[in-house]
């Protein structure tokens, strides 16, 4: 079985690379239209199929790694954060391709492409060692709920990254009235959000790199059934330094980092979890981390990075952009329901004698449930179209990307071992 998990992992390798030449492909059908000699739509079209072969080639690479998993680890690979999000990359993928073949947009793999890597470098964070499944998992619900949910927010991602297009296309940067300056605002703000998560992975990489580590003893106080307090001393290892020191803890080991030899706070006792100091202190470095980027991005672009974007989107039909997001949304919204609430709460009964509990994860699944149908009622019903639309499809995966990395990373509850 190790051949089959050696090979699984070669091939992971293979699909994330080619990804990467995908994106370059098609960035510079994007960018370098701009420069070629040769007719803008020859050179757009040359570039992208291009791209769009290596990406298919990358999925089928990728498509690989998840059945040689599968065989070589004996059960489905989605029961933990690296295996959920490596899934995911690989459903987006499949919802770009999907996407791509009915309506031939060539720049939107620029877009949704990058999505991709990101996710697939976030699931590299976490443990990629197989694990037993633990007896709520074991169960071939599990199979059916986690892959159709997945799907459906692939195709929501896709509308996001089409919407993300729309709304870079029509802000108008020469106004300097409020709804104008509001507009560029919030449309960098979510290219910010994006830069944010690249900052997490920039942050993780370059300290494990460095091989940094700090350890900690933290005691937590149960009281059981009878009234009886019982009392346990754990170990909180961390990887980024500590900005916030676990609640009720004592250092063991303390590597200091720009001057500082201790932490400067400690996490808040309403945090729960063993681990939830270390998760603050790691959403922290994630928003310095995006912030020193995105600055440094600033400093070369000298305008806003939305602004460079914008020329390069302006041969773009907006409507078309709107019409691919409404079509991604409109066909991941029936998948998303079936997978992450009718087959979750089916799952539920089965892992835990209940179809609904109110766990962290439960709750924000029912959240973007309900926001995507109001986003389809809006359209639909009330006619929001144009940048209304593509404000609910950007925000809506918004809330999509925080029910996956927030809830898994900050609030803990039954899902909260995919985190782990």
């Known amino acids: 079985m190790k051949w089959w998990l050696d090979f699984s992992s070669d091939a992971f390798i293979v699909a994330f690379y080619l990804y990467c030449a995908s994106f370059i492909c098609f960035a510079i ?29 990358g999925w089928v690479a990728h498509l690989t790694f998840f059945f040689t998993r599968w065989y070589g680890g004996g059960h489905i690979p989605t029961s933990n954060m690296y295996e959920f999000m490596t899934f995911l990359g690989m459903a987006i993928m499949f919802a770009f391709i999907i996407v791509h073949l009915i309506y031939r947009n060539m720049i939107l793999g620029a877009f949704a492409i ?24 074991n169960n071939y619900w599990l199979k059916i709920h986690v892959t159709t949910a997945a799907t459906g927010e692939a195709f929501f991602a896709v509308g996001f990254a089409a919407a993300l297009m729309q709304l870079i296309r029509v802000v108008d940067f020469t106004r300097t009235d409020k709804a104008g300056r509001r507009a560029q605002f919030w449309t960098e703000f979510s290219l910010f959000v994006i830069i944010v998560l690249v900052g997490f992975l920039v942050a993780v990489f370059g300290f494990r790199g460095a091989g940094y580590e700090s350890k900690f003893s933290q005691e937590t106080v149960t009281i059981d059934e009878n009234g009886i307090a019982n009392s346990e001393v754990k170990e909180v290892i961390y990887s980024l330094p500590p900005i916030v020191a676990p609640y009720n803890s004592d250092t063991i080991s303390f ?49 806003k990075l939305t602004a460079v974007i914008h020329p390069h989107l302006s041969d773009i039909d907006p409507d078309d952009l709107e019409e691919i997001s409404y079509r ?15 087959f979750a709460m089916i799952w539920a009964e089965i892992a835990w004698s209940r179809f609904w509990g109110w766990d962290p994860k439960e709750v924000w699944a029912l959240v973007t449930f309900l ?48 985190g782990v």
């Open 29 to 57: 059908a994007v960018a370098g239209k701009r420069w070629s000699n040769r007719k803008p739509e020859d050179h757009t079209n040359r570039w992208g199929k291009i791209g769009f072969g290596a990406a298919v080639v």
């Open 114 to 137: 990058p999505l991709v890597i990101i996710i697939i470098a976030y699931a590299s964070v976490f443990p990629s060692e197989v694990q037993p499944l633990i007896p709520a998992l």
């Open 255 to 303: 590597q200091s980092f720009i001057g500082m030899s201790e932490p400067l706070f400690e996490s808040p006792s309403w945090l729960n979890g063993v681990n939830a100091g270390r998760k603050l202190n790691t959403v922290i470095w994630s928003v310095i981390a995006g912030l020193v980027l995105y600055g440094i991005l600033r400093l070369i672009a000298r305008k």
């Open 328 to 342: 991604a949304i409109a066909i991941g919204f029936p998948i998303f329901t079936l997978g992450a609430l009718i």
């Open 371 to 418: 926001f995507y149908s109001a986003y389809l009622h809006l359209r639909l019903s009330k006619g929001w179209q144009g940048t209304r639309s593509a404000w609910l499809a950007v925000i809506g995966f918004l809330v999509v990307m925080f029910t996956l990395v927030g809830v898994n990373l900050v609030i803990a509850g039954l899902h909260s071992y995919a």
